[in-house]
Nanobody
């Protein structure tokens, strides 16, 4: 499966932004999809993930209550709605997929990666 992330941009603190991860392939519904981010000078970290049917999600503590992950398998797309953005959310955001049914939070658990999309939150 090939992934393409989009939707990044420059926003102010408190604003919202929605990222999209579009996937190719007819079996997209068989993949767990995750979002990761990498801030300048820091290691890439897990942000959120969603299982195949969208009924199971997971979030890093720092985004709980602010970010919402969802998916539309008919459109082969996973979304990350980001509200109440903070300057510390500034990072390159990546989407990734794994061909197993279990949601995972580690980079090495994901087999396919898209290019990143930059989110910059100004204070």
């Amino acid at each position: 499966v090939q992934l393409q992330a989009s939707g990044g941009g420059l926003v102010q603190a408190g604003d919202s932004l929605s990222l999209s991860c579009a996937a190719s392939g007819r079996t997209f519904r068989d993949y767990v999809v995750g979002w990761f981010r990498q801030a300048p000078g820091k290691e890439r970290e897990f942000v959120s993930a969603i299982n195949r049917n969208g009924y199971r999600t997971d979030y890093v503590d720092s985004v709980k209550g602010r970010f919402t992950i969802s998916r539309d398998n008919a459109k082969n797309t996973v979304y990350l709605q980001m509200n109440s953005l903070k300057p510390e959310d500034t990072a390159v955001y990546y989407c990734a997929a794994r061909y197993t049914p279990v949601v995972a939070t580690t980079e090495t658990s994901y087999h396919y990666w898209g290019q990143g999309t930059l989110v910059t939150v100004s204070s």
